[in-house]
């Protein structure tokens, strides 16, 4: 079956035709439905009906999965509903676990195009310019604002404030060749961690779709995968220092093309986007930021410089590990001076910024010693501190040499940029 898209008033059907789903050792044939029902994790809905009556009325523990044609693996999925008619047909409504899931044929692509979600805009060059371009690992992504262009969505998916469409992008090769819907993934998969970098929170790529020679669909994305609900922008890229994007972009892809790199992104993305104060608090998040930290430390010091074997890295206490980090990517280790609070502990218990902060993250995860003072700890401008770090950190690993919104000013306003700290001004 080809896939299809049909707007019902609640949802969105994505494909029709049959599946196998496999249940232990007993397969049925069902006659699905692929529904999408907004933009929003979890609302990719599977419905089927098994004529066969060879399923079990109850999958209590049991591992399931989906075979659709024209998706490459199976899915895993749960039952969200089990009903049975009174001939005996079973129908059910799944769930796949992982988004998002890739329709695809075997067609050669030429162009693509998809949706950005929770993004920002971002000035590029001057108030009114809000679209760019961005080229790195030889693909050309063309980013157009929306409002500013008119965007064919269903009602319901462009009716949620905590999930706004920010952008229509089309990509393709620079050089106008054809690739394969396994390559463009992978493309995307960098795109949407270097957007979610630049905005400090999960960026989500949602209702791609690829084109063959004959602007026909070859490859659809269904589902969105992993997206933090919006909240005005608040990261390293100011809002009013849009051109930053581009600066920044074609190397911090080119470290997304070495696999150690990609992988110690990915992990140090995941926790600092986990490291949501409104989620987990700023307690919370220093717990996580510290993981990201020691994360990265590894990949540099370890895997990328050199500069210290593997038992010698875990042999450092977790301040000594971010400490020389911040030396060899040259990050100041002091306590700036827009953590008044933060500065006062380190000045009292001779600390500079790596032991202030893993002090401050070791008293919130460790028993208190029988005995000891209660202390009132700036916890907020450690986690700040924190997010500093890791984006200074990716900043200079990457080679990045422009302007930056400095986390440690606490009142910070829009527009106010610096250099960053390794060049001389």
Same mark, same amino acid.
């Given at each position: 079956? +080809? ?34 029902r907004s933009l929003a994790k979890e609302e990719l809905v599977i419905e089927g009906e098994d004529t066969s009556g060879v399923l079990p009325p109850i999958f209590d523990g049991a591992d399931l999965q989906l075979d659709i044609p024209g998706v490459h693996d199976p899915l895993n999925v749960i039952v969200v509903s089990n009903a049975r008619h009174s001939e005996g047909h079973g129908f059910l409504r799944l769930r796949p676990l992982r988004t998002p899931c890739w329709f695809s044929t075997s067609r050669a692509l030429h162009s693509g195009r998809f949706v950005v979600i929770n993004f920002a805009h971002y000035w590029i060059g001057h108030p009114g310019n809000l679209d760019f371009t961005l080229k790195a690992l030889g693909w050309e992504a063309h980013f157009i604002s929306i409002p500013g262009v008119a965007l064919e969505l ?53 209702? +791609?779709? *690829? ?13 969105? !995968? ?12 100011? %809002? ?43 307690? !919370? ?18 895997? %990328? ?27 100041? +280790?002091?306590?700036? !001076? ?26 919130? +995860? ?35 040499? *422009?302007?930056? *919104? ?20």
């Amino acid at each position: 079956m +080809t896939s299809i898209r049909e707007e019902t008033d609640w949802k969105s059907l994505l494909w029709s035709g049959l599946a196998t789903l496999r249940c232990g050792g007993t397969s049925a044939t069902l006659n699905c439905n692929v529904y999408q029902r907004s933009l929003a994790k979890e609302e990719l809905v599977i419905e089927g009906e098994d004529t066969s009556g060879v399923l079990p009325p109850i999958f209590d523990g049991a591992d399931l999965q989906l075979d659709i044609p024209g998706v490459h693996d199976p899915l895993n999925v749960i039952v969200v509903s089990n009903a049975r008619h009174s001939e005996g047909h079973g129908f059910l409504r799944l769930r796949p676990l992982r988004t998002p899931c890739w329709f695809s044929t075997s067609r050669a692509l030429h162009s693509g195009r998809f949706v950005v979600i929770n993004f920002a805009h971002y000035w590029i060059g001057h108030p009114g310019n809000l679209d760019f371009t961005l080229k790195a690992l030889g693909w050309e992504a063309h980013f157009i604002s929306i409002p500013g262009v008119a965007l064919e969505l269903p009602p319901r998916f462009n009716s949620d404030e905590e999930l706004r469409a920010t952008h229509q992008v089309e990509f393709s090769r620079e050089d106008g060749s054809s690739f394969t819907g396994q390559q463009a993934q992978e493309f995307l998969e960098k795109l949407s961690l270097f957007l979610s970098f630049c905005r400090g929170r999960w960026v989500a790529i949602a209702l +791609t779709v *690829g084109l063959d020679d004959s602007v026909e669909k070859a490859l659809e994305q269904w589902g969105t !995968g992993r997206i933090s609900t919006w909240r005005e922008p608040n990261s390293w890229l100011d %809002e009013h220092h849009g051109t930053c994007i581009g600066e920044l972009c074609t190397e911090f892809c080119s470290k997304l093309n070495d696999e150690a790199w990609l992988d110690a992104i990915r992990h140090v993305v995941y926790w600092f986007a986990r490291a949501d104060t409104n989620l987990v608090g700023p307690d !919370g998040a220093c717990i996580l930021l510290q993981a990201a930290l020691e994360r990265l430390a590894w990949h540099v010091l370890v895997c %990328e410089r050199g500069a210290i074997s593997d038992k010698g890295f875990r042999d450092l206490t977790a301040a000594d590990q971010i400490r020389l980090m911040l030396s060899v990517l040259l990050i100041p +280790t002091e306590i700036p !001076g827009g953590l008044s609070g933060l500065r006062k502990l380190g000045k009292s218990k001779g600390l500079e910024g790596p032991e202030a902060f893993t002090y401050i993250r070791n008293r919130l +995860t460790h028993p208190p010693k029988q005995g000891a003072v209660s202390e009132l700890l700036p916890v907020y401008e450690a986690y700040c501190l924190a997010q500093w770090y890791v984006e200074l950190a990716i900043l200079s690993a990457c080679g990045y040499n *422009g302007e930056y *919104g400095n986390r440690t000013i606490i009142r910070r306003w829009v527009g106010q940029v610096e250099r960053v700290p390794w060049v001389s001004n």
